[in-house]
Structure formats: C-alpha cells, structure tokens
C-alpha cells in the first residue's frame, strides 16, 4: 500500500475524520488563548450554532510533516472516542491550508483563573469539588486504557 502525503483524504478511513467545509467560513472571533510546540489554541465562534468553541490549530508541514500528520490522526480518534461529563468535548476537525483544526468544546477559566476572579482562596468544598472531578475524568481514561 502507498504511503499517503500528510493531508492527503484519499484514504476514506481517513476522510471520515475531517469535516469537508472551509472552517474559516463557520468559525469567527478566533483569538489566541494557548500556545505551544503543538501549535496554537484559539476561542472562536461558530456561525451555524453560535456555540463558543475552543480550536486547536496544529500544522503538518515542515520537518518530520509525516509524524505531524499522523499526531493529528492520533489525537483525533483519541478524541472521538471521549464520551464523558468529565472530558472535553470534541467537536470536528478540518483541514485548512495545511492546518488541522481540531475544534473542542471551550471549557472557561482554570482553578487559578477562579481564585483571581474572587480574589479569595478556595474553600474546602470547591477544591474538593474540582479534585473529584478532575479524578472522575482521569478515572474515565484509565478506563480506556488511557493515561493522561
């Protein structure tokens, strides 16, 4: 069998994975909101259901264009296999001039972000709160086989 050219949809196990449509058409507002050697996060709006969404912009061109690609391939089927109120959401994927769009549900602020924004240290509950969540979400990958 051939080996496809990172972005190459000819493979129809692969196509079924990326939305057909030009994301620049369905998503407005974007602004940069996380950065890394992955590439950048954006919080953005989608036009046909006004939801806020947060896309993750991860390029697959350059040096080493094939494990690029195929990073992107493992994470979209990692993330289409989430289904839990403790994960995030995902959402789609598209591929736009040799960038994939992987587009999540937005989840807004951290634990800090809430201590900024009260200007008080957590009580005992909430950080309780957010510690089982966060584990019933950890709990969830382990159950997949999964490690985060």
Not at 6 to 25: M, Q, V, Y
Not at 80 to 85: E, G, V
Not at 112 to 140: F, M, Q, W
Request: proline content about 4%; charged content about 30%; hydrophobic content about 35%.
């Amino acid at each position: 069998m051939p080996i496809m050219r990172p972005g190459s949809l000819k493979d129809p196990e692969i196509a079924e994975l990326f939305n057909k449509h030009d994301p620049e058409k369905i998503f407005d507002d974007l602004r940069e909101i996380g950065h890394g050697s992955f590439g950048a996060v954006y919080y953005a709006k989608c036009n046909l259901t006004r939801e806020i969404v947060a896309i993750k912009k991860m390029s697959y061109m350059g040096k080493q264009s094939m494990e690029k690609w195929q990073d992107i391939l493992k994470e979209i089927r990692f993330l289409r296999q989430l289904n839990h109120p403790n994960t995030i959401e995902y959402k789609g994927c598209y591929l736009h001039e040799n960038t994939a769009w992987l587009v999540m549900e937005y989840c807004v602020g951290s634990a800090s972000d809430i201590i900024e924004v009260h200007k008080r240290p957590l009580k005992e509950e909430e950080i309780s709160a957010i510690c089982d969540g966060v584990l019933r979400g950890l709990s969830y990958l382990h159950s997949l086989g999964r490690i985060h």
